[in-house]
């Protein structure tokens, strides 16, 4: 089975830290996708990468930057935290899309309360 | 740009029933669409992936079917448990040279009572 792990649950910071996301997955998988979920709103996607040291942006970057140096590690950066960005966090991990039929993997999420 | 709508919003059923989850998504030129399940807290778990030249998907007590030509997508799950509450989403490639990028529905809660 593909493990996605998130290396916290809950997580408590004040604002204007700059906050570390981290992400693991062990399937060798090239994708790795950053969500977040706030109610009324679903999962939106902040970033993602398509292999090592590739990044793109999704819908909702701002605020937000991250880091791929291995392949299976995705971390989220907040530069700055502002409370808006109190929310759950979700990363996802698949196969390349060139199969186009690669589900998605996601880990349990965090939980991050900026104060 | 992709859309998907999932109805109701909410279900609350006795255990036992059979029941259908609805996805609607507004471009119908997708490869697959994937259903999840999601417990309080918790991150999302892949239920069923159908590929688009499928119509049915079936794992267990649930089935999910899809018809691209009418942008819609059914999960049915069969003799509901409590344990089946949670909420379930639906997801859809974004479309393009995406590298798998998903656009979800907002999701059914579903509750069953005993």
């Known amino acids: 089975d593909v493990k996605v792990t998130q290396s916290s649950r809950y997580l408590v910071k004040r604002t204007g830290e700059k906050v570390f996301l981290e992400c693991v997955q062990d399937m060798d998988h090239e994708n790795m996708f950053w969500y977040r979920q706030d109610p009324g709103l679903g999962l939106r996607l902040i970033y993602f990468s398509y292999d090592v040291k590739m990044k793109e942006k999704g819908d909702i970057p701002e605020g937000y930057s991250v880091s791929r140096e291995k392949k299976e590690r995705f971390s989220l950066i907040l530069e700055s935290a502002s409370t808006n960005q109190t929310s759950m966090y979700l990363c996802?991990?698949?196969?390349?899309?060139?199969?186009?039929?690669?589900?998605?993997?996601f880990g349990d999420g965090t939980r991050l309360s900026i104060l | 740009k992709q859309e998907v709508t999932q109805i109701p919003a909410a279900l609350s059923v006795p255990e036992g029933e059979n029941l259908v989850l609805n996805c609607s998504f507004t471009?119908?030129?997708?490869?697959?669409l994937q259903w999840f399940r999601q417990d309080p807290g918790k991150g999302l778990t892949s239920l069923l992936l159908?590929?688009?030249?499928?119509r049915e998907q079936t794992s267990g007590r649930l089935n999910a079917s899809l018809d691209k030509s009418s942008g819609r997508s059914t999960l049915y799950i069969a003799a509901s448990q409590p344990g089946d509450s949670a909420t379930y989403l639906c997801?859809?490639?974004?479309?393009?040279?995406?590298?798998?990028?998903?656009?979800f529905g907002q999701g059914t809660i579903l509750t069953v009572h005993p």
């Open positions: 471009d119908s030129a997708i490869y697959n």
């Open positions: 997801a859809v490639p974004a479309g393009g040279t995406s590298y798998g990028k998903l656009t």
């Open positions: 996802a991990s698949s196969l390349f899309w060139s199969g186009k039929n690669q589900p998605q993997h």
């Open positions: 159908i590929q688009s030249s499928q």
